[in-house]
């Protein structure tokens, strides 16, 4: 069976870090292109981070840039999100997303599986 499973979500206080990651499994990361959305309640899906498959080329949504680090570890079928200077607009549930693609888009129609989510609430 073919699933994304993201972990890592929790409680965290206003300018602390967190670390969420992506397990692929059913099939192996090395060929697709892996992003990272957010939905906060009430809003629509944001795209946060990409990476792309052949360079590992990053892309990062303004509201995240230098603070969001995307990486890849295809040894372990995984992609993480380290998440630092958290911010009360950072809450939201997060999604790991996955497209059979080189490229990878802050698009949600460019990814054709996805994970459940997990909840990341910045709280003081």
Known sequence: ????????????????????????????????AIAWFRQAPGKEREGVSCIDTMDGKTKYGDSVKGRFTLSKDNAKNMVSLQMNNL?????????????????CLLEEGWYSRWGL????????
Do not use: K, N
């Open 1 to 32: 069976e073919v699933q994304l499973v993201e972990s890592g979500g929790g409680l965290v206080q206003p300018g602390g870090s967190l670390t969420i990651s992506c397990v692929a499994s059913g099939f192996t990361f090395d060929e697709d």
């Open 87 to 103: 911010r009360h607009e950072d809450t939201a549930v997060y999604y790991c997303a996955a497209t059979r693609h080189p490229v």
């Open 117 to 124: 989510g997990t909840q990341v609430t910045v709280s003081s």
